[in-house]
Structures are given as C-alpha cells and as structure tokens.
C-alpha cells in the first residue's frame, strides 16, 4: 500500500496499525515518535499515540490526514526537559521534516507547501483576516487543530474548546 491508501481507509487506526511496517519503510522519521513521552499536563499519551488519536478524529481527506500524521513527527528533535517537558518550534521542525519526506515520496511542489504551510501553523491561532484572505486553507487549519486538541488531555481542554468555537463561528459567518 502506498501512503495515499493507508490514510484513506475508513478506519484509519486500524489501517495503520496493520500497515505499520510499510509506513514506516516510506517515513523512517516516526519511529522517533512511536515511545516519545510529552512529559506534560496538557497529554496523556505519548507523540505516537496523540498521533493516531488526533487521525481518529479527522475526516476522510487525505490532506488533513497526512498534515495530522506528520504535525508532531518533530517533536523529538525540539525539546527541552525541565520540571515540564516543552516542544518550543516544534511545528516549525516538523514541516521542515514533513518537507523532507513529501519531497522523496515524490510530492507536488504545491502540495507540499500547503501541507507544511498547515502544519507549521497547526498551534498558531486562526484570525478573521486569514480567514477572509483564503477561506479553505483556514477551514482545513481549524480542522486540523479541531482533531489535535481532541487527543489532548482530556481535563485540559476547556480554553481550546473555547477557542475552537470561536473560530468555528467565524468561519460559519462567512
């Protein structure tokens, strides 16, 4: 199976749990994600598992999907240990990884840019501006972060609910 097909099935967890193997023969950089503890409050599971939680929330579009793949594949390569383990940049790296992979798997020029665009900002807050400038690209932002914030911890959650809600008014008044 090829990348396109894994995170297309219906049951994208199970699709790749058992395509596993593959997946990481194709994107040998999340196995670095597979064990990485957050080692803070706001998770309750490691990268890995945040990864597949986030993808069992997402709709069936492959790009959403492989940017939720890929949103944290930089997280064990930017952290800093303390009291709280923190993850400064890390959307930044992961594009600049999720980059390096679409490229040898032979992507669309575009294409990557749009997914490494979305995945940069994947923690950036959406504005009315950036909604108004390019409806469909923010549109795909919140539902990328829709689909992070839901395999956050689940106490954590209130402000980001919040604040999803908000930008889904605003993307609903437009």
Known sequence: MNIKEILM????????NNNLEELLLLIPEI??????????????????????L??????????????LLLHDIGKPFSYVDGPIRHFPNHPIVS???ASR??????ADNNFIDEVCYLISMHDTAI?????????????KRYKIQICD??????????KRIKYLEKIKKLLTDI
């Open 54 to 67: 986030s993808l069992s929330n997402s709709p069936k579009d492959f790009e959403i999907r492989l940017c």
């Open 95 to 97: 594009a600049q990884i």
């Open 149 to 158: 914030a839901l395999a956050h911890h689940p106490l954590k959650l209130e």
């Open 127 to 139: 504005t009315k501006e950036e909604i108004n400038s390019n409806y469909t690209l923010a549109y």
């Open 9 to 16: 099935e219906d049951d994208i967890v199970k699709s790749i």
């Open 31 to 52: 196995k670095y994600m597979i064990g990485f503890e957050h080692k803070h409050p706001h998770h309750h599971l490691d990268v890995w598992e945040h990864t597949l």
């Open 101 to 106: 992979v679409l490229h040898r798997l032979g």
